[in-house]
């Protein structure tokens, strides 16, 4: 919800800084032979304190490889 909360306010940095991260998650779910599935802002967690992001909900995902 952070993202959807802020998403007008979000400076151009920070969102850059969680795309990036979101991107390196779903290459490192890949990188383990695991594709997620549904990549989405209701699936994508924020520490607002440290902009940490988790990938949550692999209800679609499925092993690859």
Known sequence: ???E???ERLQESVVRT???QIIQSAKECIDH???HG???LNNVMVDTASLK???IDFG???RIG
Do not use: A, S, T, Y
């Open 1 to 3: 919800r952070f993202i």
């Open 5 to 7: 909360l802020n998403c």
């Open 18 to 20: 969680l795309m990036v």
């Open 33 to 35: 032979g695991v594709c």
């Open 38 to 40: 549904d990549v989405h």
């Open 53 to 55: 992001i988790k990938l």
């Open 60 to 62: 679609c995902g499925q």
